[in-house]
């Protein structure tokens, strides 16, 4: 019976490795992916001096009860290695005055691979991945559990604290390979 089981598994494998192969799908995936919009955010983790961050738009609400994120990084980053180590993230919501933030930590900005915390004001609480204040909401998280996925780990995260911004600004969006500002009035 597992014998079955494994051999069924194996040609799924082999089968998608041919698509891969034969056609187009990783670049139309790419470009597919492009239309999808997305919120930006800043990950951080790590704490101290110890300190690493990445723009991302691949990270959703996964459960309300408990409170928990999911946050898709690049193994091959050093977000992912510090992650690992400190086992706590934040993930920072974007408005558009913090574009330039965005840029820097996406490797956009005049900041290049430097200090990437030159810009804005980053809280950095004793064992904590550090907040950015002007953030929209910020989501501090401790990794429950991390799946490793060909060049991608799927973080989760449980929330221990929310940090809602006091003046509220439109989110950073991006879409296409570039970032947008959302047309919303929010002088409610």
């Known amino acids: 019976m597992q014998a079955d ?9 082999l ?18 992916m ?7 955010t800043v990950v951080t983790t790590g704490q101290g001096t110890d ?7 691949a990270v959703c609400s996964l459960t309300a009860n408990p409170p928990r994120l999911l946050a898709c990084l690049n193994t091959s980053g050093s977000s992912f290695d510090l992650l690992r180590r400190h086992s706590r993230f934040c993930v920072n919501v974007i408005g558009e005055d913090d574009i330039n933030i965005a ?17 804005g004001q980053w809280l950095r609480d004793n064992g904590r991945a550090p907040r950015l204040a002007s953030a929209i909401v910020s989501f501090e998280c401790v990794l429950h559990s991390m799946t490793l996925l060909a060049t991608h780990c799927l973080a989760i995260g449980d929330v221990t604290n929310v940090h809602l911004s006091h003046a509220p600004q439109p989110p950073l969006l991006y879409h296409d390979g570039q970032f947008l500002h959302a047309c919303l009035d929010l002088r409610a």
Do not use: E
């Not at 089968?15 to 597919?32: E, S, W």
């Not at 300190?51 to 738009?57: E, P, Q």
């Open 103 to 119: 840029k820097n930590f996406a490797g956009m900005g005049m900041q290049g691979a430097s200090d990437k915390f030159a810009d």
């Open 51 to 57: 300190v690493s961050g990445l723009t991302a738009t």
């Open 34 to 40: 492009r239309q999808l919009a997305g919120a930006v």
């Open 15 to 32: 089968r998608v490795a041919t698509i891969l192969q034969t056609g187009n799908i990783m670049g139309d995936f790419r470009q597919g």
């Open 5 to 13: 089981a494994d051999s069924s598994l194996d040609s799924q494998i």
